[in-house]
């Protein structure tokens, strides 16, 4: 079956802007998570959605924001794009949480902020 | 979730088995041990996960010491396609407040040589 889908895979803003990645998680899976990965901070956790509700935020601030629709896409939002914010950007999805459920990654949006 | 102590880099002949250690010495009863790999620019990719027994899938060994402060991931046969960053990730089962976050460490950088 299909695997986790992130869309645009690169893309370009100035600062200022504002900017909107798209996950659509594995057929069947409830569970979207967010991961930034830059070379000083490695990967860090954003926030997790399940069943359209957030469920457990990182420590980012406000400006980045979340949603998850009814059919399990999430989109994440970064608003008054600031140069640090140039990263690649991970979502993964899991099935039911419980247990020790795996994460799969998508091959995440490269996000260069100019 | 417990901290994980891994070698900043390690080398390993293409053939050969690579042995990845991990500590967690503060790892609680109920958290499991799960190891992720990211090769260059793509989404980390799920290897194998236990609790408390050793486990063998079709991608690698998991080998957890009897007090499981420790444990070691073992790719039987390395390949230069397995040059890659290996996580070791100790996790509480997915609930309450910690469905999809997996706290990222540096990571161990494997390189196979021909």
């Known amino acids: 079956k299909a695997g986790v889908t992130q869309t645009p895979r690169y893309l370009i803003k100035t600062r200022g802007q504002q900017v909107t990645l798209s996950c659509s998680p594995i057929?069947?899976?409830?569970?979207v998570s967010w991961y930034q990965q830059t070379p000083g901070q490695g990967l860090q956790f954003l926030f997790e959605?399940?069943?359209?509700?957030?469920?457990n935020k990182g420590n980012f601030p406000g400006r980045f924001s979340g949603r998850q629709f009814s059919n399990s896409r999430s989109e994440m939002n970064v608003s008054t794009l600031e140069l640090g914010d140039s990263a690649l950007y991970l979502c993964?999805?899991?099935?039911?949480?419980?247990?020790?459920?795996?994460?799969?990654f998508g091959a995440g949006s490269r996000l260069t902020v100019l | 979730d417990a901290k994980t102590t891994q070698p900043t880099s390690m080398d390993c002949a293409e053939g050969r088995a690579a042995n990845l250690p991990c500590n967690h010495s503060?790892?609680?009863?109920?958290?499991?041990v799960y190891w992720y790999r990211q090769i260059h620019s793509q989404g980390p990719q799920y290897i194998i996960h236990?609790?408390?027994n050793n486990e063998t899938n079709e991608m690698a060994s998991l080998i957890i010491t009897e007090d499981r402060k420790s444990s070691t991931l073992i790719l039987p046969h390395a390949t230069l396609r397995d040059t890659a960053v290996y996580y070791c990730?100790?996790?509480?089962?997915?609930?309450?407040?910690?469905?999809?976050?997996?706290?990222f460490g540096q990571g161990t950088i494997l390189t196979v040589h021909p």
């Open positions: 993964a999805s899991s099935d039911q949480p419980g247990g020790a459920n795996v994460l799969t």
């Open positions: 057929s069947g899976h409830r569970s």
């Open positions: 959605y399940f069943s359209e509700t957030q469920r």
């Open positions: 503060t790892i609680s009863g109920n958290e499991y």
């Open positions: 236990g609790l408390k």
């Open positions: 990730i100790v996790r509480r089962p997915a609930g309450g407040t910690s469905y999809g976050k997996l706290t």
